[in-house]
């Protein structure tokens, strides 16, 4: 399975768009991009997912370079609520497959 | 109810006893997955069922046992356990196995004394 990279932990401001980058050097063409976030204390949950173009709903957008080897989520304006940990995590969805989670981004948010 | 629901939410359990983690899914499912999740680490696939059958079992010790009586029901059956078992038991479902997203519940935050 291709991997990703992300940094261990970003910090954001209130009412602030957060970027949250993901590099995957290695991505195949039957790659989709997912992302899920982990609140405190919680499962983790669906965020959105995508495979080249960039992609938006009620929660963030998705956006995803030309050549693949990177995308990153957008939080358009984050809530203390959004703090948790974000999870990029790629899986060949024409065939299915495991999510393989990685250590993911802590995102804290400030007031 | 709603999605995915697990009980009990925290359990203490002694080396010595025997205990049983069960999950509950409301969205009409047909897979069902156990995960791992020790302090620090990222989350470990432990079991996969698909319409009540085991697809999956990943080199997880034997004193794990799950069992899927129905496609809404999954159980992780514990006995004989060791102090690095604890962790953050978490279950999911998806629509079909390996397609599709999955739906977690809260965990069960184990502590093996």
């Known amino acids: 399975d291709a991997k990703t990279t992300q940094p261990n932990s970003m910090e954001s401001n209130e009412e602030e768009p957060v970027h949250l980058p993901c590099n995957h050097s290695t991505i195949s063409g039957t790659d989709y991009i997912h992302w899920y976030r982990q609140l405190p204390s919680q499962g983790p949950e669906y965020v959105i997912h995508?495979?080249?173009s960039n992609v938006n709903n009620r929660m963030a957008s998705l956006a995803i370079a030309e050549d693949r080897k990177s995308s990153t989520l957008i939080l358009h304006r984050a809530t203390l609520r959004d703090a948790a940990v974000y999870y990029c995590?790629?899986?060949?969805?024409?065939?299915?497959?495991?999510?393989?989670f990685g250590q993911g981004t802590e995102l804290s948010v400030k007031p | 109810e709603t999605g995915v629901t697990q009980t009990p939410r925290h359990l203490v359990m002694g080396m010595t006893n025997k205990k049983s983690l069960k999950c509950e899914q409301h969205?009409?499912?047909?897979?069902m997955y156990w995960y791992k999740q020790s302090a620090k680490k990222p989350l470990e696939l432990m079991f996969v069922y698909s319409l009540e059958e085991r697809v999956e079992n990943n080199s997880v010790p034997s004193r794990f046992s799950p069992e899927c009586p129905n496609s809404s029901h999954l159980f992780l059956h514990l006995h004989t356990l060791q102090p690095e078992d604890s962790a953050l038991y978490l279950c999911?479902?998806?629509?079909?196995?390996?397609?599709?997203?999955?739906?977690f519940g809260p965990g069960t935050r184990l502590t093996v004394t």
């Open positions: 999911a479902s998806s629509q079909t196995v390996f397609w599709g997203e999955q739906y």
């Open positions: 969205l009409g499912h047909n897979a």
């Open positions: 995590i790629l899986r060949d969805d024409n065939q299915g497959g495991k999510l393989i």
């Open positions: 995508g495979l080249t």
